[in-house]
């Protein structure tokens, strides 16, 4: 099939998916595609037409269009299309709750935007980037990127993009539960719209104000914004968006544990999407309606919805939203006794949601483990050296003894002994790295068999102890009310303990190295451990390979670890970047503070531990450690590895 047979199939299906919200613009769009001869307009005019279905579509559609802007930008050799495709694939990976997927994608875009000079296409980008963050829960990184994006749309004049930022910003505030900050944001966005006479488009801000005063507990306010809402949304015909505030309103209900207004503002919400067929919307109505007859301990009606809700999801293969989906079941079975499901449904949620969570106690002895394990290889390895300086200083005894004798024979002897030294040296040396690999192999293998058996046993224990134990209290709450107090007192002291082990568990082999590579790992580490200490934190990664072997993800991960807990603890610097990248065939780490500096080469001859298992750990990787001084002040720290 060609290329534009291939474009033409999509365009038709397209159109007649959304012939019911904006069919006439879609048709005037679709016409002038046709009509259109320069291939880069063209292009243009598909992208067009994408996002003006975008509200209706599915991400199998995304995908779809930018499988076409892809191809034909390519043909055509116009950068900004290709751009434009990424754009379009990233949001169908979003679409879908594959967040980290779409990462890579939004930065291949940004790269593009950046090298041909496109200020808008830049701020789209980075844009993309703050709501990936901002969706996979790093908010941090979110905010950075979003006001990256103002900043460039603001010289633009923008207005209208202005506001856009505006509202994904208040946003995290309002996650932040800086809910007066968020308030405020919002209110400016929806002056701005007002100010361009863009009505259409405040119905979702109208319903962010609306989740804000939620959150914040103004129900009052917070309805009447809703209520705003749907009424525009409705004007214009989208009973979708109206669906989604209505259950929208149902999740700050429930926080609110007003259940049966709630479950109110659901069937309300059921009623919209069911009306104009949006069923991957209607999870989120379904998982709010069931927590509030779970809240209700109407358990049986609650398990009821939310396997309605959790059927699409299934059936639609949504990625989103899971967690609250999994909660629900664990709750609503055990609220109907159902210990054994209630248990596998806990045990799901609890995995899904852990992250790394540091305590500076455990990390110090964690920190001590390692330095004493290596400190005992290095005193075997002295031993054996002292055992070979004796057994030298014997043999050259014997050679004093016979020289006079035996000149000839000690000379031939000598060049022998020569040798053989430096083979045993060469064995020694040898024996050294593969004594040092085995043992920090070792060690890592030994830290994740005890974080497995702590998270996968004793915490799940713990956590059908404290089913059971809820079970339990609300049944005696019951009898005999005046002891509910002390039974929540004890539920809470097992959830502390559940916590404790989780985190034992993470500080021993960090969870999410495994599940997303060395590059999210660092950013996180970076973020943790600097920005508790009020360090300011950038981080860069580029020119990666697709896949890094085990052993040379977590030798890095702890060199990184080492080297920050060296600037946390003697640097005394403001702002600190580390950059991961590779070049030729080595994989580069560098990290640069701008602090007092630190002399390595003092710290090597006093025999620190830090410095010795970082330049253990370069050496296993078969790679080597420098630094220099930073002018006018500050350190560099660079490792270099083979990948």
């Given at each position: 099939m060609t290329t534009k047979a291939l474009v033409l199939i999509l365009l038709l299906f397209c159109v007649h998916a959304l012939s019911a919200q904006d069919k006439h613009l879609v048709d005037s769009l679709y016409r002038a595609f046709h009509a259109e001869k320069d291939p880069a307009r063209k292009i243009d005019l598909l992208y067009d037409i994408a996002n003006e279905q975008d509200d209706a579509g599915n991400p199998d559609d995304g995908f779809r269009y930018a499988d076409s802007l892809e191809l034909l930008s390519k043909a055509a050799h116009y950068p900004k299309g290709l751009a434009r495709a990424y754009d379009m694939r990233g949001w169908a990976h979003g679409q879908k709750g594959e967040f980290a997927a779409s990462l890579p994608l939004f930065h291949q875009q940004l790269d593009i935007f950046i090298e041909i000079k496109d200020l808008e296409g830049q701020a789209r980008a980075l844009n993309n980037i703050g709501t990936a963050w901002h969706d996979m829960e790093v908010n941090d990184s979110a905010i950075v990127y979003y006001l990256r994006s103002l900043d460039i749309k603001e010289q633009l004049g923008k207005m209208s993009d202005v506001a856009a930022s505006l509202a994904n910003i208040a946003n995290i505030y309002s996650d932040m539960d800086a809910h007066d900050k968020a308030i405020e944001m919002l209110h400016r966005a929806l002056r701005i719209r007002r100010e361009q006479?863009?009505?259409?488009?405040?119905?979702?801000?109208?319903?962010?104000?609306?989740?804000?005063?939620?959150?914040?507990g103004d129900s009052k306010k917070s309805i009447a914004y809703a209520d705003t809402g749907i009424i525009v949304a409705l004007k214009y015909n989208n009973k979708m968006v109206a669906g989604v505030i209505c259950g929208g309103m149902g999740h700050v209900l429930n926080d609110q544990k007003r259940y049966i207004e709630s479950i109110s503002w659901c069937e309300r919400s059921m009623a919209y999407l069911m009306e104009v067929n949006r069923e991957a919307n209607m999870v989120y109505p379904l998982c709010n309606m069931a927590a509030a007859y779970i809240g209700l301990d109407q358990f049986a009606k609650g398990l009821e919805v939310n396997q309605r809700g959790w059927a699409i999801m299934q059936k639609l293969k949504l990625q989103e939203p899971l967690d609250p989906y999994h909660e629900n079941f664990a709750n609503a079975y055990a609220g109907l006794g159902d210990f054994e499901n209630a248990f596998k449904w806990h045990k799901i949620y609890f995995t899904r949601i852990d992250s790394i969570t540091q305590n500076d106690n455990l990390g110090k002895i964690a920190n001590i483990e390692a330095k004493y394990n290596l400190a005992k290889k290095d005193q075997e390895i002295s031993e054996q050296r002292a055992e070979n300086f004796r057994q030298r200083v014997a043999l050259f005894s014997?050679?004093?003894?016979?020289?006079?004798?035996?000149?000839?024979?000690?000379?031939?002897?000598?060049?022998?002994?020569?040798?053989?030294k430096a083979e045993l040296d060469a064995a020694i040396i040898r024996e050294q790295k593969l004594g040092l690999s085995a043992v920090i192999e070792a060690q890592e293998a030994e830290r994740k068999r005890i974080a497995r058996d702590l998270h996968d046993g004793i915490a799940q224990e713990l956590v059908a102890l404290k089913l059971g134990f809820d079970a339990?209290?609300?049944?005696i709450g019951k009898v005999v009310p005046e002891e509910s107090h002390r039974f929540a007192q004890l539920g809470e002291q097992l959830d502390n303990s559940c916590t404790e082990v989780r985190s034992i568990a993470h500080v021993m082999s960090p969870p999410v190295l495994e599940q997303q590579g060395l590059a999210p790992s660092l950013e996180l580490l970076l973020r943790h451990t600097l920005t508790n200490a009020g360090l300011e934190a950038r981080f860069n990664a580029h020119d990666l390979p697709l896949q890094?072997?085990?052993?040379?993800?977590?030798?890095?991960?702890r060199i990184a670890q080492e080297l920050l807990n060296n600037v946390v603890k003697h640097a005394r610097?403001?702002?600190?970047?580390?950059?991961?990248?590779?070049?030729?065939?080595d994989l580069v780490l560098r990290v640069e503070d701008d602090g007092i500096g630190y002399n390595f080469e003092e710290a090597r001859a006093r025999g620190s531990m830090g410095l010795l298992n970082i330049l253990s750990r370069a050496t296993a990787l078969g790679g080597f450690f420098v630094t220099e001084r930073r002018q006018p002040h500050g350190t560099v720290a660079l490792i270099r590895v083979p990948i």
């Open positions: 006479g863009e009505e259409k488009r405040t119905m979702f801000t109208l319903n962010n104000l609306a989740v804000a005063y939620g959150k914040k014997l050679l004093a003894s016979l020289l006079a004798a035996v000149v000839l024979g000690y000379l031939f002897y000598n060049r022998f002994r020569l040798r053989k339990l209290g609300r049944r890094l072997d085990d052993k040379t993800e977590i030798g890095v991960y610097a403001a702002k600190v970047m580390i950059e991961l990248y590779s070049a030729g065939p």
